[in-house]
């Protein structure tokens, strides 16, 4: 997989594409607290935080949270429009944190799993920040548990090309277990629909999944146009709204 370079691409327009409506962000929200310890509060780490779309939210709901992310750029963004007084970023990675052994009760790893490189030593540096019985939230795609937008179809490689980023759910589970965990739950989230097939069309066309940097130029271009033309036939039509993994870990 060509990497993704945050610094010099999708920054600028990541906000956007990957915007959460308010009904979005609580059905997200409300799987998290279901999973979470019900003390309050609660230390919290957004690893692969981004521009901060999950971290404010976390911060209001169960305490502070301290936004993990590699790309300086995203993180100038973050801290420009992800304020909230209970939250701060800092340069780092799941491989790397900079922040003290057993200091949070939670890490949220939203869609970043699978950008990281060095698979076991995350493992073992996430159960290192955590305190015992800490929680790992992890909404990742699995190979082999994986939602199949509407849109896919209109890339003639693109389920082929979108699974291949993702490891199969055992894999994962056998990873975190090798490295001192238990899983304790897993289960998918409904979240609302994206809103309309034109909606979805024009996120699509800011680029900022992953899934186009597997792409060639012309295989892109090639499937954002036949998008365009089943869109133009209805462009109001709803989105279906999609089921979405998440696996809940604890440290032992």
């Known amino acids: 997989m060509r990497l993704v370079d945050y610094d010099r691409e999708q920054y600028q327009n990541y906000t956007r594409g990957r915007a959460l409506t308010e009904q979005q962000l609580g059905a997200w929200m409300s799987a998290f607290a279901a999973a979470l310890p019900e003390r309050r509060p609660l230390v919290g780490l957004d690893v692969g935080s981004g521009t901060g779309r999950f971290t404010p939210a976390l911060a209001r709901a169960f305490g502070t949270v301290t936004g993990i992310e590699p ?52 493992a073992r540096e996430l159960a290192r920040v955590l305190r015992p019985a800490g929680r790992l939230l992890l909404r990742g795609n699995f190979s082999d548990h994986h939602p199949e937008p509407w849109w896919l179809d209109h890339f003639p490689r693109g ?44 996120r699509l066309r800011l680029r900022t999944l992953s899934f186009f940097a597997r792409l060639s130029p012309d295989e892109a271009e090639a499937g954002l146009r036949s998008i365009e033309a089943a869109v133009s036939a209805d462009p109001g039509a709803p989105s279906p709204a999609l089921s979405e993994p998440l696996l809940t870990l604890e440290r032992r």
Do not use: C, N
């Open 71 to 122: 790309s300086a750029r995203m993180r100038e963004v973050a801290q420009a429009q992800s304020q909230h007084p209970g939250v701060q970023y800092l340069a780092g990675s799941a491989e790397d944190m900079p922040v003290p052994s057993g200091s949070a009760d939670y890490a949220l790893m939203f869609l970043s799993w699978h950008h990281v490189q060095d698979k076991p030593r995350a």
């Open 159 to 202: 389920l082929e090309v979108d699974t291949a980023l993702f490891q199969p759910l055992h894999e994962v589970i056998a990873m975190f277990t090798a490295a001192g965990w238990r899983v304790t739950g897993f289960g998918m989230v409904t979240p609302a629909s994206d809103g309309t097939r034109a909606d979805v069309l024009e």
